[in-house]
């Protein structure tokens, strides 16, 4: 008998790719893309993530704004962004594409699952017609599969449900996808073995299910008209590494700040908020590096017992978002007063009130530097990359520590849910400051300051002759005690503020990220712009403009050079998610014409809006243009 064999083409090299995986709520888009993250890190690429999610837990199935994505930037190169236009989008029901599809690039794959396209399902996402049968794709490639049926083949032999196949839907996918780009699927199956332990006929059909679609790449009589991709490793540094969270960054690095101290315990006391949950959730399982978790009743009563830990020695932590850093203002204004060392982790989201709450923006600065009744200065700094958060937290430790002042660290949730190849420290190579507890009673107030630092002394509760009291009230300079005078008011309060502007020397200098420390444009950031910044200059310093990248770690106070290094370049340009925020506080200091370059969609910035506004062009019309910008 003949047999026919099918002619599969080469696979194609490709530097980088970007694929976005879209489903319900429900559909395990997270999981999907968290995996195909894991064998992506082992296989050697370079990576950069965006999940992206709804705030409902779990919305209509099939309608639009329960749509739940996750993006992922892979290649053999330097991956800073989670990328502009999408490679293959992975759709998995009508609501997805029609939510995803505009960002897929002309040319494109659209992978989607045909029997979620039913009529219910396309009226619910405001289609008229099926866009699989009419020619409203033609400018992208189509993979139409059934991915339903074929996943409840896979897993028939299991006896499953067919809710329990229908959930395996989007293991099929990740196998097909593994396939797609040559990656192997030993990670995932182990994970899934772990993950359902205790269900094993669960974990044995959601292998099944992956086998099944990378099976299918290799097999489907229709697989000449699919290729698969070669993504070449990344030429890293030499090292232990592994994928790292803006969350787990964070938690790691406070422990490590903890360390770096010699603190013996961090009490870390927070409140449930969205995007800000996950770190207590990750320091809980840090209880053997001496973390103490207390989830509180409310953000006051959270703010309140950390700040009690930092008084009894040890390290204070608590951690909000937007809403919740508003009401620990008071607790906040306390700590300033009392001169305690106190981290406040805030991972913004877009506002303001509930907002949209899995949505980011970087939009508390304003909030975080001068949000506070009275004169009531403190630390200000702010991560650039996941990886970033680890080292930003053990700063904060130090600064807080050092100057007895709190510090705010602004995350954001796209930092605090993506994720990147992480270079682990040796414990060797990781900083050492240790702190002084106060002991020696002789000349001894709670307010004797450090002349260098202008910080007062740490002392724990029962070390003996050192009995004192601090509170909210205003205190002596020269004795500590209660004090109601002008003069010494007018003392403290400048005190207090020389205290923290002195930490600008303390700090390293401003530094230009990329380009040169003068010249026609300098575009600057902050936060989680980074990776969107850096590239758009690349780009634009390829093409021949003269432009720098500047990056601001350090928001208040800035480094002590920010301001000369500014005034050498003719123009400024301030990207950032907000209306502009950073751009007005660099006018008000410097007397700098900067521009402002405000995104406020709720999602990263794009390179090539960056690109756009170096060029001279308008942004879009969905971003503003912040302070000294044009409307476009």
């Not at 669960?202 to 099944?208: F, G, H, L, M, R």
């Not at 592994?242 to 013996?264: D, H, K, N």
């Not at 420390?517 to 300098?522: E, Q, T, V």
């Not at 400024?572 to 998610?577: A, I, T």
Request: include cysteine; hydrophobic fraction near 40%; aromatic fraction near 8%.
């Amino acid at each position: 008998m003949a047999t026919s064999s099918i002619v599969r083409p080469q696979r194609e090299s490709r530097d980088s790719v970007v694929i976005r995986f879209a489903g319900d709520s429900g559909d395990g888009m997270q999981v999907t893309g968290s995996q195909f993250t894991l064998e992506t890190a082992l296989a050697g690429s370079d990576f950069s993530t965006f999940p992206d999610f709804p705030a409902e837990i779990r919305a209509p199935t099939g309608t639009t704004f329960g749509v739940s994505a996750f993006q992922i930037h892979f290649g053999g190169r330097d991956v800073m962004t989670p990328g502009d236009a999408v490679d293959v989008l992975v759709a998995m029901n009508p609501a997805a594409l029609t939510v995803e599809l505009g960002d897929l690039r002309v040319g494109g794959t659209v992978i989607v699952d045909t029997a979620a396209f039913n009529e219910r399902n396309l009226n619910k996402a405001g289609y008229e017609r099926n866009p699989l049968e009419d020619d409203s794709l033609a400018k992208y490639q189509v993979l139409k599969f059934d991915i339903t049926k074929l996943t409840a083949d896979a897993v028939k032999p299991h006896g499953l449900s067919s809710r329990e196949a229908h959930l395996c839907r989007n293991m099929w996918a990740l196998g097909l996808l593994l396939w797609m780009y040559g990656y192997e699927r030993a990670a995932t199956i182990d994970w899934l073995k772990r993950k359902f332990g205790k269900k094993p006929v669960i974990a044995e059909a959601n292998v099944a299910a992956l086998n099944a679609g990378h099976a299918f790449g290799e097999t489907a009589e229709m697989a000449e008209h699919m290729v698969g991709y070669v993504v070449p490793k990344a030429e890293v540094q030499p090292g232990r590494y592994r994928t790292v969270s803006g969350t787990e960054g964070l938690a790691w690095g406070l422990v490590a700040g903890m360390r770096a101290a010699g603190i013996e315990k961090m009490v870390f006391a927070g409140y449930p908020i969205t995007p800000a949950s996950a770190l207590l959730h990750t320091l809980a399982n840090l209880r053997a590096y001496g973390v103490i978790t207390f989830q509180a009743e409310d953000e006051i009563a959270a703010s309140g017992a950390a700040l009690g830990a930092a008084y009894a020695g040890a390290l204070g932590v608590t951690s909000s978002s937007g809403p919740g850093i508003a009401l620990k203002t008071e607790m906040l204004g306390l700590a300033i007063a009392t001169e305690l060392p106190l981290i406040v982790i805030d991972s913004q989201r877009a506002g303001p009130s509930t907002g949209m709450p899995t949505k980011a923006e970087q939009s508390d600065l304003f909030q975080a530097v001068h949000g506070r009744n009275a004169d009531a200065p403190l630390a200000v700094v702010a991560p650039v990359s996941t990886a970033d958060c680890f080292d930003i937290a053990i700063e904060a430790v130090r600064i807080a520590t050092k100057y007895m002042t709190p510090v705010i660290i602004l995350s954001d949730g796209y930092l605090a849910h993506a994720a990147e190849p992480w270079r682990i420290p040796r414990e060797a190579d990781l900083p050492r400051f240790p702190i002084t507890y106060r002991t020696d009673p002789e000349g001894f107030h709670p307010f004797l300051r450090d002349p260098d630092t202008l910080a007062r002394p740490w002392v724990k509760p029962g070390t003996p002759q050192l009995e004192h009291r601090i509170g909210g009230l205003e205190r002596d300079y020269d004795t500590g005690h209660i004090s109601y005078d002008p003069d010494n008011h007018a003392r403290m309060t400048n005190a207090r503020a020389d205290k923290i502007a002195g930490i600008a020397n303390d700090i390293p200098l401003q530094t230009v990220a990329l380009g040169e420390d003068h010249g026609k444009l300098a575009v600057v950031g902050w936060g989680s712009t980074f990776g969107a910044i850096h590239q758009a200059v690349k780009i634009a310093r390829d093409e021949g403009t003269d432009v720098a990248h500047i990056h601001v770690r350090y928001l208040s106070p800035f480094p002590r050079n920010l301001g000369e290094l500014l005034k050498r370049y003719d123009r400024v340009l301030v990207p950032e998610m907000n209306n502009g925020q950073l751009v007005k506080l660099l006018r008000a200091e410097y007397l700098v014409d900067a521009e402002g370059f405000s995104k406020v969609t709720g999602k990263p910035f794009r390179v090539t809006d960056i690109v756009q506004r170096i060029r001279g062009g308008a942004p879009p019309p969905s971003e503003g243009s912040g302070l000294g910008g044009e409307a476009g």
